[in-house]
């Protein structure tokens, strides 16, 4: 598989804002549209955000739709996740993976590149 390497995550307070960042190494983004999952302690895998190969086209839970921002630079090889008036129920660890079918955070199945995440807390 390859390999994606999330970054950008960390402790914020509830309101404030943090930009995950996605890399690729060793091969292009392009090819493929992105996803931005997360997962809590103790809850299911959710699918937060994606965005088709060239951009055009974005998808949002509607947790998060008006407050996340998902958008790529194919130039820099990198997706990046946006996240504004973050709340404590954000707190999770993110995960960025691709796939070469469709845009959609409604199920991580046919996305690969499962990789370590970065952390995400919102907390005062």
């Known amino acids: 598989q390859l390999q994606l390497v999330e970054s950008g995550g960390g402790l914020v307070q509830p309101g404030g804002s943090l930009r995950l960042s996605c890399e690729a190494s060793g091969f292009t983004l392009d090819r493929y549209a992105i996803g931005w999952f997360r997962q809590a302690p103790g809850k299911e895998r959710e699918g937060v955000s994606c965005?088709?190969?060239?951009?055009?086209?974005?998808n949002y839970a509607t947790s998060v739709k008006g407050r996340f921002t998902i958008s790529r630079d194919n130039a820099k090889n990198t997706v990046y996740l946006q996240m504004n008036s973050l709340k404590p129920e954000d707190t999770a660890i993110y995960y960025c993976?691709?796939?070469?079918?469709?845009?959609?955070?409604?199920?991580?199945?046919?996305?690969?590149?499962w990789g370590q995440g970065t952390q995400v807390t919102v907390s005062s």
């Open positions: 965005i088709s190969r060239s951009g055009g086209m974005t």
């Open positions: 993976v691709y796939t070469e079918r469709g845009c959609t955070v409604h199920s991580g199945t046919y996305y690969r590149g």
